[in-house]
């Protein structure tokens, strides 16, 4: 069955950086999208970032960009997010999903999910 485990989460200061991770299996990792989603306490969930099945194709929400950076290693069945100059803004819980297709930003076509880690930024 496909799972989702994902890693990295924790407590920075501000201005600081995490490494998420999710590793991958039950599925041909390689032929599917992978996304970041995240979601806040009293808030829905949020895309963050999406990459292609081959990694060629990225993209990130107008809040990240410029400070986090997705990639993948189809070898290792990972999918990372590197997350710099931490906001108390991001604070949340993320989520690795699966996409239905190669490449897609739909949130409904997103069809698993891990079971979240914790980022909590402090000012």
């Known amino acids: 069955q496909v799972q989702l485990v994902e890693s990295g989460g924790g407590l920075v200061q501000a201005g600081g950086s995490l490494r998420l991770s999710c590793a991958a299996s039950?599925?041909?990792?390689?032929?599917?999208?992978m996304g970041w989603f995240r979601q806040a306490p009293g808030k829905e969930r949020e895309f963050v970032s999406a990459?292609?099945?081959?990694?060629?194709?990225?993209n990130y929400a107008d809040s990240v960009k410029g400070r986090f950076t997705i990639a993948r290693d189809n070898a290792k069945n990972m999918v990372y997010l590197q997350m710099n100059s931490l906001k108390a803004e991001d604070t949340a819980v993320y989520y690795c999903?699966?996409?239905?297709?190669?490449?897609?930003?739909?949130?409904?076509?997103?069809?698993?999910w891990g079971q979240g880690t914790q980022v909590t930024v402090s000012a």
């Open positions: 999903a699966k996409g239905r297709l190669a490449w897609t930003l739909r949130l409904g076509d997103y069809d698993y």
């Open positions: 039950g599925f041909t990792f390689s032929s599917f999208a």
């Open positions: 990459i292609s099945w081959a990694g060629d194709y990225t």
